[in-house]
């Protein structure tokens, strides 16, 4: 379980947290590690965004089918880039668009109710998620 904390940590907006904290957390389920293989689907568009996810290694891509059936690679998010942050508390929390494993994938899923006790108790971690999904609201 170090090992995982430990790549937990090695994250931008985990990292502040301490191990005892995560570990609690990981031990509870309110911290899932969930591993995709290639190519695997990990959100569908208009899928319901019920938690956050950060991806700890791998490769992610995010996708748009058009209306002639054309899939569009919108962007790519790599170790330590959230997934769905900015979708997770808004008044229709779905995905955008379709998320994918384009290499073997492992990524950090909370909770939305894990997260928000989270942000409440720690301020310096609620900057930090703010300042996050702040910089990819265009993108998910």
């Known amino acids: 379980m170090d090992n995982i904390i430990d790549q937990i940590k090695a994250t931008t907006l985990f990292g502040q947290l301490d191990a005892e904290t995560i570990r609690n957390c990981l031990e509870s389920g309110e911290f899932k590690i969930v591993s995709y293989a290639k190519n695997a689907v990990i ?3 208009a899928e319901t965004a019920n938690k956050l996810e950060v991806v700890l290694n791998g490769k992610v891509a ?6 002639s059936g054309e899939l569009l690679s919108i962007t790519e998010l ?9 979708l997770l508390f808004s008044e229709h929390p779905v995905y955008p668009m379709t998320i994918t494993a384009q290499l073997p994938t492992v990524v950090l899923a909370v909770e939305r109710e894990a997260l928000f006790r989270l942000l409440s108790e720690n301020p310096d971690f609620l900057k930090l998620y703010l300042s996050s999904i702040s910089g990819r609201t265009q993108i998910l």
Not at 78 to 86: K, Q, R, S, V, Y
């Open 62 to 67: 995010v996708e748009h089918i058009d209306e």
């Open 43 to 45: 959100h569908f568009e």
């Open 78 to 86: 790599f170790h330590n880039d959230i997934l769905g942050g900015n």
